[in-house]
């Protein structure tokens, strides 16, 4: 019963801290990226040439699959 609660409380406090850095780990580009798409459009509305938002989206496209990877492999 002992070995029961403590693997229990082992595998509870693994997924609490995994949790926790992945949260703290996707936070930063959440902020990142509505700001340099929010920059993108805003450039788009004075440029004649209309691709940068398409393009800093692209690069979040790149950036962002290792943590997709790892959102699906924890969930």
């Not at 229990?8 to 703290?24: A, D, E, K, P």
């Not at 004075?46 to 990877?69: F, M």
């Amino acid at each position: 019963m002992l070995d029961l609660i403590k693997q229990f409380v082992v595998n509870r406090l693994l997924y609490m801290v995994l949790l926790t850095v992945l949260c703290l780990g996707i936070f930063p580009f959440v902020t990142l990226f509505s700001f340099s798409m929010w920059l993108g459009k805003t450039w788009d509305s004075a440029s004649p040439n209309k691709t940068h938002a398409k393009k800093i989206e692209g690069l979040w496209d790149i950036i962002g699959k290792p943590y997709d990877y790892l959102v699906k492999l924890v969930g």
